[in-house]
């Protein structure tokens, strides 16, 4: 019982400091955490706080290179080796990057179309985290293209230009996304 906590706190404390920016004190002393600059003043968040430090008593800060920060080059990297490409998907995956795990098995099938792991992987990738994102601009287009009295109804993959009750179009996009589902399992059981 007492190794299975000692393991859970290395884990947790590996797991918190992955990330962090370090702040190196000039009396010796390191902090890891989120670090925020506002004037003189720096604000370091820890697990369960915060701590404010005068920019005098820093010595330097070492930010943190974030997952989705060091993503695009490790793809650069990877590009033309389907096998690295899978190795950074999986390492996105492990990140929470779903989308860049989507961009990285697309990476890897241009690098070898005849990879069925990969194809697998992508397919279940399109059925089950592909999300249409968010776009404004997209939004607006259709708008101004379907004139006055339209609102735009998103779902997890359809953007609906609808001028009736919202009930109405909440109902249609339902049916809609489990129409893209059942398309989306129909073409992965085909192994299209």
Same mark, same amino acid.
């Given at each position: ?5 000692? *393991? ?7 797991? &918190? #400091? #992955? ?13 890891? %955490?989120? &670090?925020? &600059?506002?004037? /003189?003043? *720096? ?23 974030? @997952?989705?920060?060091?993503? @695009? ?11 690295? #490409? ?28 005849? /990879?069925?792991? *990969? ?15 968010? /776009? ?10 379907? %004139? @006055? ?13 609808? /001028? #009736?009750?919202?009930?109405? *179009?909440?109902?249609? %996009? ?19």
């Amino acid at each position: 019982m007492r190794q299975t906590r000692v *393991v859970t706190l290395i884990v947790l404390i590996l797991t &918190v #400091c #992955c990330w962090a920016d370090r702040v190196y004190l000039r009396n010796g002393r390191m902090l890891e %955490g989120e &670090v925020s &600059v506002t004037g /003189n003043q *720096v604000v370091v968040k820890i697990e369960g706080g915060q701590i404010g430090l005068r920019e005098s008593d820093i010595e330097r800060i070492e930010r943190a290179l974030l @997952p989705q920060d060091a993503f @695009p080059g490790k793809l650069k990297e990877s590009l033309a080796d389907s096998r690295k #490409c899978l190795e950074l998907a999986r390492w996105a995956w492990q990140n929470n990057l779903v989308k860049e795990y989507g961009i990285a098995l697309r990476a890897a099938l241009l690098a070898d179309q005849n /990879n069925a792991q *990969v194809r697998k992987l992508l397919q279940e990738y399109r059925l089950y985290y592909a999300r249409l994102e968010v /776009n404004q601009g997209a939004a607006d287009q259709l708008l101004a293209d379907l %004139g @006055p009295g339209f609102k735009i109804y998103r779902t997890e993959h359809y953007r609906i230009g609808y /001028n #009736c009750s919202d009930e109405f *179009v909440q109902t249609a %996009g339902e049916k809609l996304e489990r129409l893209y589902e059942q398309f989306m399992r129909f073409f992965f059981q085909q192994g299209l």
